[in-house]
């Protein structure tokens, strides 16, 4: 097994994991995790389902707490300046929760006043994430009517309309048929250098497209962290650790 | 705006188009209304005594059904993970799920003044009863929605939520009948639990800051256990 400590650390990380456990009752869902991520990189969670991803991803936006360890976000601790923390992320659940009664329009305002955004602010931000993830003729659509790409759009949408720092996605390509897939990894890519990406998958070939960084899960562990211009050979790697 | 006018204002659009608020409107006021025209044409007296004690029946029976998509429906679609990841504090969550679904439960009360109103044109009823009845309405809404939020927090089973509800305020209206199996002092907290015995002396138009003490104690420790609820991952 390679140890995970070394290469997991960096300096100045935007995203520090230290020693992170969740146990649920005597069930350890991660164990132990230490984790850096740069500012400007994708990085991949990767691992079988049920290997911790999610509650890891869960913990970083706030949503869980750490049994033990802890967890910040540009500096700020996700427990103890919970706000700070959860105002630099950006979280788009893997089951793509979006309030269906509203207007694709109305469910971005929400979201942005919700973040702090005042009145103008929001309207503009709205303006330029419909550009960005191609959603400008479908503000006045209910969410309900939507498919799952234009659900995937909104999702995406609402965890950028406050600029922040860190995107976090959870398995962002599920469902997707072949051409969502090629945009939504395109679009991805086209965040890193400006945004940080962190994003799980159980897919080989997702993260290998899209991350700059791989990080190995299997049953709450960390195995591995690589770069992924230092792997030639990912599913070699991935089938050796697991 | 803050964070909890915009979490109230998406409880209120939530709230006033669900056909859930309509057909518990529609019931409250037809019975009600039913209830209110019968009694005065049979009993020709101009108060609302009558009309009050239906109208705490039906709140217990009606609000569970108000509040139970409070939380349960965010749970069941997830979207309790956007607002809690959201840099908002859970308290004003909560707070915004109960205050859109008292809002609702004060429009019917407010509706439903239309029937003093009538007895004001047409008779000279004693107002201090009507007035008294009123808050004591507006005190038991506060509480049983209290308590709707907090079963709803518990849950993502809409059904479940309702039915935890009604039963958590049955029990409180039937707690003073448990004063004649336990001794004392128990017997004394069993009949100060009870929701008709602090509601009765407001109708009677006599006002206790005991009896509003009662139904905002409840009402507070209810919403903070529904903030613990949701705080507590």
């Known amino acids: 097994m390679i140890d995970p400590t070394e290469p997991a650390r960096i300096d100045n990380p935007i995203v520090a994991i230290e020693g992170v456990s969740k146990l649920y009752g005597s069930v350890a869902a991660v164990r132990d995790v230490t984790l850096h991520v740069r500012r400007g990189e994708v990085l991949g969670l990767l691992g079988p389902n049920g290997s911790g991803k999610t509650t890891l991803l869960r913990m970083l936006t706030g949503y869980l707490s750490p049994t033990s360890g802890r967890l910040s976000v540009a500096g700020y601790d996700t427990e103890r300046q919970r706000m700070e923390a959860r105002r630099r992320i950006g979280y788009v659940p893997e089951s793509l929760p979006l309030y269906s009664h509203m207007r694709v329009g109305e469910f971005l305002r929400f979201m942005a006043r919700l973040r702090g955004l005042d009145s103008a602010a929001a309207e503009a931000a709205i303006a330029e994430v419909a550009g960005q993830v191609a959603l400008g003729d479908r503000l006045a659509a209910p969410i309900r009517t939507l498919s799952r790409g234009y659900r995937q759009r909104v999702a995406i949408g609402q965890a950028l309309v406050h600029r922040p720092d860190i995107l976090v996605l959870d398995e962002p390509t599920n469902g997707l048929d072949p051409r969502q897939i090629i945009e939504t990894r395109n679009f991805i890519r086209g965040l890193a250098g400006w945004r940080t990406v962190i994003m799980s998958s159980h897919i080989l070939g997702e993260v290998e497209k899209i991350a700059d960084r791989v990080a190995i899960l299997l049953q709450g562990r960390l195995l591995s962290v690589q770069a992924m211009a230092d792997t030639p050979d990912l599913e070699a790697l991935f089938l050796s650790l697991t | ?233």
Not at chain 2, 126 to 154: E, M, N, Q, R
Not at chain 2, 172 to 191: E, G, K, Q
């Open chain 2, 1 to 233: 705006m803050s964070a909890l006018g915009v979490l109230l204002r998406k409880e209120l659009h939530a709230t006033f188009t669900s056909p859930i608020a309509y057909s518990v409107a529609a019931v409250f006021l037809l019975v009600t209304g039913y209830t209110f025209s019968l009694t005065l044409f049979f009993t020709k007296v101009a108060n609302l005594t009558y009309i009050f004690h239906q109208m705490y029946v039906l709140l217990i029976l009606l609000v569970p059904v108000l509040t139970m998509r409070a939380f349960a429906e965010e749970r069941r679609a997830d979207t309790l993970e956007l607002l809690l990841t959201a840099p908002v504090h859970e308290v004003w969550i909560v707070l915004a799920k109960f205050l859109a679904a008292l809002v609702l439960v004060t429009c019917l009360l407010v509706a439903s003044g239309a029937y003093a109103v009538v007895l004001g044109l047409y008779g000279e009823p004693d107002w201090a009863p009507i007035y008294g009845g009123y808050l004591a309405l507006f005190l038991l809404a506060c509480l049983l929605v209290s308590i709707g939020t907090l079963t709803s927090s518990l849950t993502e089973n809409q059904v479940v939520a309702a039915t935890c509800s009604l039963g958590t305020c049955l029990m409180l209206w039937f707690a003073d009948s448990a004063a004649y199996m336990v001794p004392a002092p128990l017997d004394a907290v069993a009949i100060n639990l009870s929701l008709i015995g602090h509601f009765t002396t407001f109708v009677s138009g006599s006002l206790f800051l005991s009896d509003a003490g009662y139904y905002l104690t409840l009402s507070l420790l209810a919403l903070f256990l529904a903030t613990r609820v949701v705080t507590d991952r």
